[in-house]
């Protein structure tokens, strides 16, 4: 059959009929020129001014095709239609994604990053911060949870990951964190902060950067954050402290190691004998993850820390200190001695309180016993109030000065055993300081207490005679009456 034969028995044309004897299969349409859009020569070089234009402002105040094509116009007399207007722009966009290099990670390097997330510590909804340190090799991961994503935390998330692993890296992938740089060179190298700096000598880990802005750089560690929140942190956490939270993202992080991830045929765990194999040995001893600081202690006894005050013994008024500042507890010290411990506080300008550090002050001012605010939200057992109202009631001003006697046993004694000394005190009716002091140490000694009442002559007396019939006889007498 020819082709003019064919085209006509089929009823179609000769150029179907010429391109089915020229292809085994269909080759669809294909376009020989570009499309011409007569009505956009002129303009396209607007739109390519707004658009490199957006990239300066925030993205959700960019052009979209619907407003270049309002502007185009407005503003200079376009006539065309919105439809070539849309395609363009979309065209322009598709040429400008970046594309990427496929990347090959030695065994022992390392990537590390900081998340975010909700969770309930303590029956508290907050914000938590992780950090996150992959090896990409074997794509096992570390993942440990902070209040912030201070410069201590990102110590002190070294320090523990270095741990878990049982090495150093050869080398750690950051971004640009102001806790770790603190300023870029003009020739592209990092000047690193104080408190990374000395990590890096601790533990001679080569610190990689990736570029500003450029999260795709350290795409491996950017993918586990996103992994851990999806998977480690849902539904919402609850733990009644950060250390029970971080135990269980441990244990979640040796778990994944048993995984075998699409694309390999071992499990994580095995991958990861290759990094381990290429790491350093851990240094003897852990780095202090710890910013430290010099202050003075003011005349309330408080040292600032952080934009927060931290209470100190009332002995160390005005005198110089050091502070160093963990992740969960803040640590005073003056000369080569601690003089004070508190929970970290990561509020704004609060005030922490140790109660018993002004205790000695307030015993000469017993005056300031009601007004004292260390003393304000001191959540103490009730028996203390019914000792002190009993110490009030029998001495007046001088109760209340032994009543803060007995608190400042808590100077030496646990307040489990000076509750129970209380409490022993007020059985046996015994409201004094001598005498709680006495149980107290006769409770802590495991041994019995001898009081002597003669020593509070303060204390009520009571006299029990021997009662006599003729008693009971005048009694019968007067009801007869």
Same mark, same amino acid.
């Given at each position: 059959m020819s082709q003019r034969e064919a085209a006509r028995h089929f009823n179609i044309s000769r150029d179907s009929v010429a391109k089915m004897l020229a292809f085994s299969v269909p080759p669809g349409y294909r376009r020989q020129k570009p499309i011409k859009r007569p009505k956009l020569d002129g303009f396209t070089e607007i739109i390519d001014a707004w658009l490199d234009g957006d990239r300066e402002t925030h993205r959700k105040q960019r052009h979209t095709a619907k407003r270049v094509y309002d502007r185009l116009r407005e503003e200079h007399g376009f006539t065309g239609g919105y439809t070539i207007i849309k395609d363009y722009i979309r065209e322009r966009e598709r040429r400008g994604r970046e594309v990427f290099v496929p990347l090959a990670h030695p065994p022992g390097d390392a990537q590390a990053d900081f998340g975010e997330a909700v969770v309930i510590i303590d029956g508290v909804e907050q914000k938590a911060h992780f950090f996150v340190l992959d090896l990409?090799?074997?794509?096992?991961?570390?993942?440990?949870?902070?209040?912030?994503?201070?410069?201590?935390?990102?110590m002190d998330g070294h320090v523990h990951a270095f741990a878990f692993f049982g090495g150093v890296p050869q080398s750690v992938l950051y971004d640009n964190d102001r806790c770790l740089v603190s300023k870029i060179l003009a020739d592209g190298t990092r000047k690193r902060a104080t408190l990374f700096s000395a990590l890096q000598s601790h533990y001679l880990v080569r610190d990689r950067y990736g570029r500003p802005g450029k999260g795709n750089d350290k795409g491996k560690v950017e993918g586990i954050v996103g992994y851990a929140r999806r998977n480690f942190m849902v539904p919402i956490p609850r733990f009644a402290s950060w250390e029970a939270f971080n135990a269980d993202l441990e244990a979640q992080c040796?778990?994944?190691?048993?995984? $075998? @991830? /699409?694309?390999?045929? %071992?499990?994580?765990?095995?991958?990861?004998?290759?990094?381990l194999a290429a790491m350093k040995p851990l240094p003897g001893a852990p780095f202090e993850a710890c910013a430290q600081a010099s202050g003075r202690v003011s005349s309330q006894c408080l040292v600032r820390y952080e934009t927060n005050d931290y209470s100190v013994p009332v002995a160390y008024g005005h005198q110089d200190v050091w502070v160093r500042g963990y992740v969960d507890q803040v640590v005073i010290g003056c000369r080569g001695d601690v003089i004070a411990r508190h929970p970290r506080c990561y509020a704004r300008e609060d005030v922490v309180f140790d109660p018993i550090h002004y205790l000695p002050l307030i015993e000469r001012k017993i005056n300031a016993l009601d007004q004292a605010?260390?003393?304000?939200?001191?959540?103490?057992?009730?028996?203390?109030? $019914? @000792? /002190?109202?009993?110490? %009030?009631?029998h001495m007046l001003k001088m109760g209340r000065r032994e009543y803060v006697q007995v608190l400042r046993l808590l100077e030496t004694f646990g307040l489990d055993d000076l509750?129970?000394?209380?409490?022993?005190?007020?059985?046996?009716?015994?409201?004094?300081?001598?005498?709680v002091k006495h149980l107290l140490l006769c409770r802590i000694e495991k041994r019995p207490p001898k009081l002597d009442m003669s020593s509070y002559p303060y204390l009520p007396r009571a006299d029990v005679e021997t009662t006599s019939t003729a008693s009971y006889m005048a009694l019968m007498a007067e009801a007869a009456e």
């Open positions: 990409p090799h074997s794509d096992a991961c570390f993942v440990r949870a902070y209040p912030a994503a201070t410069a201590e935390a990102w040796r778990q994944r190691q048993n995984d $075998t @991830l /699409r694309g390999h045929k %071992e499990t994580i765990g095995d991958r990861l004998q290759r990094d605010a260390p003393l304000a939200e001191w959540d103490l057992p009730e028996e203390f109030q $019914t @000792l /002190r109202r009993l110490m %009030e009631a509750h129970a000394a209380v409490k022993d005190a007020l059985r046996l009716r015994a409201t004094g300081f001598d005498a």
